[in-house]
């Protein structure tokens, strides 16, 4: 047998266990229960580089990147989120009308290769980029998309492990099983995690992603939370947003070629833990941590087809990707919260009755994206402290616009010097003063009372002078606000 029919041997032979053992994409712990998959772990039947044939190599996949924010420089911004084990950028693609500007929008990720022998996600995701580019001004939407969201892509999130053809990275470390992990306690730290997954965790503390994907080969299914089981076994384990998530992995098995058709898994998606449970995974953590709702897609069968193929999958996915992204801005509560006495924008909680999960509006815009499944009826309650709750029923056909306008908490403090001094400033010390004068039962000579009133007197007069600075105001007309 010559070489070549040698690697052949081994891809026909990789193609064979990854139609028996399908559950291999995202891996599960290789105990006796399958035992067919560490057949697959790396050294066994590992594919030969030529496997590789018409990807991309990483060199290759850098330049595509590069070659993109210049050529689509006006609506993208080119950035690294860190490095791999063995040095490489972890290079994202922003494609947005205002890339790098933050603005009252939700954002959504991509990220491919995050297991470096499954690369098809890496092609697709440049072919994404591409395809916005040469389309937002005449497909409609395409341009919905980089208006309305600001979309971040990371086409691989493994290098090394790609440069290797294995699954995991050049530490030879799972990086779907290297995130904290709800079932391990009070483990949210970077300590002692892999570079490629701390650059993870750093992004999701710079960017509030409202929801993101994964791409994963291996099989043909849109996979959501939760991912793991407290049971450690096999069983349907819902998490708060449930809905949500059979909503979004339907948006995207509904819009592919053929996933929808799935015999194996019905309507083509399948909660995590119903399929095999798994710790440490990258999604989970996203919507427990940042309350992303992220979804691990397993976008093919086979985890190399050859390379020739590439186009046609790209067009299976196509509408999938485009209409996965578009939900985030399509779908679902969002708005902007202020507060009543100075139009200050307020980075409050946005509940949803009867959804154990709470989002936040984001520090600065307080613009928040609550993703919900469409026609149905919710309560939205908005949450400050220091301020009043306010909660408002909507009936949600697909998308509503809904602002919030809470009220302090402190009314009777804030009235009495609203009415000392017509500005809305407040102080500790102006606080001090007011709460002496609010006891009556003080006894105190008719001398402290008049320096007192004197003192405050100059107070006031000196704040009023200098009236706190950005008072800004609501500006949009928005069709509903609470
Ligand atoms: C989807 O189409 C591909 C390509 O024709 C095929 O290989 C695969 O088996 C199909 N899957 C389903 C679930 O129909
Ligand atoms: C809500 O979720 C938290 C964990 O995020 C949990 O501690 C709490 O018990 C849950 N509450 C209910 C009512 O399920
Ligand atoms: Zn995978």
């Known amino acids: 047998m010559s070489w070549i029919r040698l690697s052949e041997?081994?891809?026909?032979?990789?193609?064979?266990?990854?139609?028996?053992?399908?559950?291999?994409?995202?891996?599960?712990?290789?105990?006796?229960?399958?035992?067919?998959?560490?057949?697959l772990d790396d050294g066994d039947s590992k594919p030969s580089a030529d496997v590789a044939k018409g990807y991309m190599s990483n060199a290759e996949l850098e330049n595509a990147i590069m070659a993109f924010g210049e050529r689509c420089s006006n609506i993208s911004r080119i950035y690294s989120i860190g490095r791999s084990v063995g040095g490489l950028p972890l290079w994202v693609m922003e494609i947005s009308d205002n890339p790098g500007r933050e603005e009252p929008e939700p954002a959504f990720k991509f990220i491919g290769n995050v297991h470096g022998d499954e690369p098809v996600g890496r092609e697709l995701l440049?072919?994404?980029?591409?395809?916005?580019?040469?389309?937002?001004?005449?497909?409609?939407?395409a341009k919905f998309i980089v208006e309305n969201v600001h979309l971040h892509i990371l086409p691989s999130m493994n290098p090394d492990g790609f440069a290797l053809r294995k699954r995991g990275n050049a530490k030879n470390v799972d990086l779907n099983r290297d995130f904290p992990d709800q079932f391990f306690?009070?483990?949210?730290?970077?300590?002692?995690?892999?570079?490629?997954?701390?650059?993870?965790?750093?992004?999701?503390?710079?960017?509030?992603?409202?929801a993101s994907a994964s791409l994963h080969g291996g099989a043909l299914v849109a996979n959501y939370p939760w991912d793991g089981t407290q049971s450690k076994r096999r069983d349907y384990y819902a998490c708060p947003d449930d809905e949500t998530f059979r909503y979004l992995a339907g948006v995207y098995s509904h819009s592919h070629y053929n996933m929808s058709l799935s015999k194996e898994f019905p309507e083509g998606i399948t909660n995590g833990a119903a399929w095999y449970p798994i710790y440490g995974g990258m999604q989970d953590w996203n919507y427990i941590h940042a309350g992303c709702l992220e979804l691990t897609l397993e976008i093919s069968d086979n985890k190399w087809p050859n390379a020739s193929e590439l186009p046609t999958i790209w067009e299976y996915n196509r509408m999938s990707m485009l209409n996965l992204v578009a939900t985030v801005a399509k779908n679902g509560v969002h708005g902007r919260i202020f507060s009543s006495d100075n139009?200050?924008?307020?980075?409050?909680?946005?509940?949803?009755?009867?959804?154990?999960?709470?989002?936040?509006?984001?520090?600065?815009?307080?613009?928040?994206?609550?993703?919900?499944?469409?026609?149905?009826?919710?309560?939205?309650?908005?949450?400050?402290?220091?301020?009043?709750?306010?909660?408002?029923?909507?009936?949600?056909?697909?998308?509503?616009?809904?602002?919030?306008?809470?009220?302090?908490?402190?009314?009777?403090?804030?009235?009495?010097?609203?009415?000392?001094?017509?500005?809305?400033?407040?102080?500790?010390?102006?606080?001090?003063?007011?709460?002496?004068?609010?006891?009556?039962?003080?006894?105190?000579?008719?001398?402290?009372?008049?320096?007192?009133?004197?003192?405050?007197?100059?107070?006031?007069?000196?704040?009023?002078?200098?009236?706190p600075k950005q008072r800004q105001l609501p500006v949009s007309k928005r069709p509903i606000i609470v």
């Open 185 to 210: 306690s009070n483990n949210n730290v970077e300590d002692g995690r892999q570079p490629e997954t701390k650059a993870i965790m750093r992004w999701l503390r710079r960017i509030q992603f409202t």
């Open 126 to 141: 440049i072919l994404l980029a591409n395809w916005l580019c040469d389309n937002y001004v005449k497909d409609p939407l």
């Open 343 to 467: 139009g200050k924008p307020l980075p409050a909680s946005i509940m949803v009755e009867g959804i154990n999960q709470t989002m936040k509006a984001r520090v600065g815009l307080a613009d928040y994206h609550r993703l919900l499944a469409p026609k149905m009826k919710y309560e939205v309650k908005a949450s400050m402290p220091g301020y009043k709750s306010k909660s408002t029923a909507v009936m949600l056909e697909n998308v509503t616009t809904l602002d919030f306008i809470l009220d302090p908490e402190a009314g009777r403090v804030s009235k009495v010097l609203e009415t000392a001094c017509d500005c809305t400033g407040t102080t500790k010390s102006n606080l001090e003063v007011v709460d002496i004068l609010a006891h009556p039962q003080l006894e105190v000579s008719l001398l402290v009372v008049v320096t007192l009133a004197f003192l405050l007197l100059l107070l006031t007069r000196k704040f009023c002078l200098n009236p």
């Open 9 to 39: 041997f081994a891809i026909i032979l990789l193609n064979v266990f990854s139609i028996i053992y399908p559950a291999i994409a995202r891996g599960g712990e290789y105990t006796s229960q399958f035992p067919g998959r560490h057949l």
